[in-house]
């Protein structure tokens, strides 16, 4: 079955940096767009970056861009972020999710999600 298991969270100091990362298997991975999703306490989820299949083509929220990058190995079935100059407004719960769809219906796959927690 389809599984996405993020990891790399933690706490760390403003203006520090991780590196999380996303497992993928039960799916063929190369051939989806990947994305990180945050949600923050008391706020909705929002997309933080997406890479295309390939890795050639990355999108990212206003909030993170010049700060974090977005990368995958197809090879290893691994998609990653890369979070430098982090902030305490950076502090959320980070999802991978892959979207497809099936009989015409929408369907999102999620992790359970990585703490990620910016403080001094």
């Known amino acids: 079955q389809v599984q996405l298991v993020e990891s790399g969270g933690g706490l760390v100091q403003p203006g520090g940096s991780l590196r999380l990362s996303c497992a993928a298997s039960?799916?063929?991975?190369?051939?989806?767009?990947m994305t990180w999703y945050r949600q923050a306490p008391g706020k909705q989820r929002e997309l933080v970056a997406t890479?295309?299949?390939?890795?050639?083509?990355?999108n990212y929220a206003d909030s993170v861009k010049g700060r974090f990058t977005i990368s995958r190995d197809n090879a290893k079935k691994l998609v990653y972020l890369q979070m430098n100059s982090l902030k305490p407004e950076d502090t959320a719960v980070y999802y991978c999710?892959?979207?497809?769809?099936?009989?015409?219906?929408?369907?999102?796959?999620w992790g359970q999600g990585t703490q990620v927690t910016v403080s001094s």
């Open positions: 999710n892959f979207r497809t769809e099936r009989f015409g219906n929408v369907i999102d796959y």
């Open positions: 039960g799916f063929t991975f190369s051939t989806y767009a």
């Open positions: 890479i295309s299949n390939t890795g050639g083509t990355t």
